[in-house]
């Protein structure tokens, strides 16, 4: 009972102090700060849907006029379509890498095997259409040990699974394996049906054809440097495609005496990470433009490069993509992080045979690291739908954290493009 009555004094206490007035006055300014909260967060909540309509538009306005200037230059030069015509599609994409992460992330433990599947399940739609999907596998597929420069052939099946169907294994990292790591890897990537280019293993020189709706295409593949060239012999180096104008005036002979209709190439080339087209990739493009180059796609700087469209000397349209940088890895920078796939459409005229280019458009992805914790931890995902989406109030799709990421990397991509 003695504490109940400590209790009841210690209200009339309180009430002594503070004064009906006095409460009120505490009450009323509480409810003014709860209610001046909740008018914040609304006004916050609506600021936020205001941004995300005004991002929304911005997305859509960017992906129509990227390619504005390239698709005018396209349209002057061609005429209408007719019914006789016949089109070829075409998709590229760059770096194809598989770091240690990705093998970890990729390995269960239950069954002892590997499936990389999920990394692109969500963008494989965007390509596996194509005729023709191209890429750089710049990953050794051998029985040696895993690491950053050697993957599993389930890799190489997944990516082949989402689309891609001819690489080149010309660039830097061709000869980390030996002679005999690159004939491995080229041994199995035929085996689960590539295409595979850039190697002087079997031949002289490493020009390659494709037939597609009756058109023959030639394929010529370089790379401009090796990470291990002081240590390899003049016989190892001669197993893959090196530039060199000589090389390259040679191939394209070559190409157009076995009736080539449409030059494409292939090249591994520039300053790493770097968004500017150096002086070497201007000079090496102008001669390949001059001697007859219908089209050349840039591999090796890991990021996205400026694209253009020039004129060879018969007036013809020549598309160039200076780096088309990666289609998967785990490099850490945003800017590597943030790539595409490019769309290329051919046209052969029903009455000549002439192949032209006719379009040329993308869909930007983007390399999501989903964490550690994870089970599926690596995917590729289409930027501009996925930000569209949560835009568009679809907030379960990413994180705000990662809608943001999305939103820079794609204003980052429209102002190397629209250069």
């Known amino acids: 009972m003695a504490r109940n009555r400590r209790n009841t004094r210690r ?47 911005e997305i859509e306005r960017q992906s129509q006029e990227i390619f504005s200037q390239i698709t005018n230059t396209i349209e002057t030069t061609n005429k209408g379509i007719s019914e006789s015509d016949v089109l070829i599609k075409m998709s590229a994409v760059g770096d194809i890498l598989c ?14 095997m590997y499936d ?13 259409e194509a005729d023709i999907v191209m890429g750089t596998m710049e990953t050794g597929i051998t029985s040696g040990k895993y690491n950053e420069t050697n993957a599993p052939i389930e890799f190489a099946q997944a990516v082949k699974d989402s689309g891609v169907n001819l690489v080149t294994i010309s660039h830097n990292h061709s000869l980390d394996n030996g002679v005999a790591g690159l ?17 002087k293993l079997d031949a002289s ?29 003049n016989e190892e180096k001669n197993c893959i495609n090196i530039y060199s104008e000589e090389q390259a005036k040679e191939d394209i002979k070559y190409a157009k005496e076995n009736n080539a209709e ?41 990021v996205v490069q400026p694209m253009e469209v020039r004129k060879n000397a018969e007036g013809e349209n020549v598309f160039i993509a200076y780096s088309i940088g990666t289609y998967i890895s785990t490099l850490s920078s945003e800017e590597a992080k943030t790539e595409l796939v490019l769309n290329i459409e051919l ?55 990662t809608y943001d990421k999305l939103v820079k990397a794609l204003d980052r991509l429209n102002k190397i493009l629209s250069q």
């Open 262 to 302: 449409y030059i494409c190439v292939i090249i591994h080339w520039g300053d790493a990470i770097s968004d500017t087209v150096n002086e070497e990739q201007k000079e090496i493009a102008d001669f390949l433009v001059k001697n007859g180059v219908d089209l050349i796609l840039g591999s090796h700087p890991s």
């Open 11 to 57: 209200v009339r206490n309180i009430k002594d102090v503070i004064s009906t007035k006095t409460f009120w006055i505490i009450v009323t300014i509480l409810v003014a700060i709860i209610v001046s909260c909740i008018g914040v967060n609304e006004f916050r909540a609506y600021s936020d849907r205001q941004l995300l309509a005004k991002q929304k538009a």
């Open 99 to 112: 770091s240690e992460d990705m093998i970890n992330d990729a390995y269960n433990e239950e069954t002892k």
């Open 347 to 401: 046209r052969k005229n029903g009455e000549n045979g002439k192949v032209t280019l006719n379009k040329v458009d993308y869909t930007p992805i983007y390399m999501l690291d989903n964490g550690v914790s994870e089970q599926n931890r690596f995917e590729l995902i289409d930027m501009k739908s996925t930000a569209t989406s949560y835009a568009g109030g679809n907030t379960e799709i990413v994180t705000r954290q």
């Open 205 to 233: 020189n490493a020009v390659a054809f494709r037939e597609v709706k009756n058109t023959k295409i030639a394929f010529l593949t370089y790379t401009c440097m090796l990470d291990n060239e002081k240590s390899l012999s």
């Open 183 to 199: 004939s491995e890897t080229k041994e199995n990537l035929e085996k689960i049906g590539y295409t595979v280019v850039g190697d």
């Open 116 to 128: 990389f599947s999920n990394m692109f399940r969500r963008v494989s739609g965007y390509i596996n």
